[in-house]
């Protein structure tokens, strides 16, 4: 709900960017919708006017204070900061939940590693997490039951979104798998950037597909909560991330050659499956 699915840039839908973006809400939510998106967009560019790493620290801390009380914010387009807040007042959201979102964006000044599964799990939930908690409220669903399902999904979202742009994302220094895995696996950045597919670097996506596929299994009962149009909306977004999977691993994990895509047919039968209730993968 980034690397992901839901995250840094909006990229072609046929990629599945952003998942429940702000089109597929009612109306009368779309609004707010489109502004916590642009919040957390905007945030993946953070504009940074301080240089120096004590001061960009100290830069951050000050901003994530204002997010939380509503005040001016320099690290995101005022207009973007304004809609935000009164998308949290309106709809009664947390805008502790922006300033998570602002905590995370630091890593964005620098080249992006994570050196374990845990600081990479860490990131996940204050970035895409914090969004993802955002939109799930906005919709009505605060259960203390809930919300630990809407981060699953998203965790499992932004997972299927960083390997499907691993090649861009590497381009411009930010890699989302964890250090220590490449390393237990045998995978280095450079095979990563050539892009050379063997049995060290097939035994390192097999394990982040298993997480992924974990995520989207234990997102999946949001479903039995959801009625009308937030329940089309869920299954068409579902099936989407599911299929990207199934792409992913019938290529052999394969991103190089070509974008890694949902087709003008998988979005028919997402759509199909979304109406008729079916779920299997071919």
Known sequence: MEGTLMDDTARDDTVLPMPFNATSWAKPLRPAAQALWDWHLSLATPLVPV?????????????????????????????????AYAACNTHSLPRTLLAAQVGAAI????????????????????????????????????????LPRVDELTRAYFLIGSLATLP????????????DEMHHAGVTEEQLRRGVIDENMNRLF?????RIRDGFANGQSLVKDLTGWQRRVFK???????????????????VWSRPLVLSPLHHFQVKLQALV???SFR
Do not use: C, N
Not at 61 to 78: D, F, K, L, T, W
Not at 109 to 117: E, N
Not at 206 to 210: F, G, M, R
């Open 51 to 83: 240089k120096g790493e004590g001061q960009i620290i100290k830069f951050f801390e000050e901003e994530v204070a204002q997010a939380e009380a509503g005040g001016p914010m320099r690290v995101v387009p005022s207009t973007v900061a304004e809609a």
């Open 107 to 146: 890593r964005y000044v620098s080249p992006i590693r994570f050196a374990t599964v845990a600081d990479l799990t860490t990131f996940i939930q204050q970035r895409a997490g914090s969004h993802g908690r955002l939109l799930g409220r906005l919709a009505g669903h605060t259960g203390s039951w809930q």
């Open 168 to 179: 861009t994302d590497l381009a411009r220094d930010r890699l989302y798998l964890p250090l």
């Open 206 to 210: 097999w394990k982040q597909t298993v």
């Open 236 to 254: 068409k977004w579902w099936l989407g991330g599911l299929y990207l999977l199934s792409e992913f691993e019938k290529r052999k994990y394969d």
């Open 277 to 279: 209730g079916k779920t």
